[in-house]
């Protein structure tokens, strides 16, 4: 298999998991932190009975969340640089993938937008090759 398919390949699984992770911190794990039970900074509501020990600043959901988000994104960046070089993309196309998984959403459009750019890249360079 091609070393550029490969690092593609990688690159796409993890903007994924990036993206789900981040959307699962941002959605669930920061606002049972922040916003729900006694003892939360911000606290909005109370935490449902029995479930207290989910929610507040020792909230578990940051351990089996946040951790994982960070490692992987920390991935995805090296990731990003490998499929950068490999593709000779400019710094600035490199650094807006890169920051794509910060932002919740926006890393699934730009997987998409990256894919089907360099498809047709392929596409063009395979023709061109055809041609003569």
Known sequence: MDKRRVSFAL????????GIFLLGLTFV??????????????SLVGAPRGLEHWFGPESPLMLFIAMPHGY???AYVF??????LDRRWSAA?????ALAG??????????HRIVESERARDRAAQEAVAAG
Not at 11 to 18: E, H, P, Q, S
Request: charged share 15%; no cysteine.
């Open 11 to 18: 690159y796409r699984v993890l903007a994924y998991v990036t």
């Open 29 to 42: 794990a920061m606002p049972a932190k922040y916003l729900v039970g006694e003892t939360a900074r911000f």
């Open 72 to 74: 992987i994104y920390m």
């Open 79 to 84: 990731v990003v640089l490998w499929v950068a």
């Open 93 to 97: 196309r490199t650094l807006g993938v």
């Open 102 to 111: 910060t932002v919740p959403v926006v890393g699934f459009v730009v997987e």
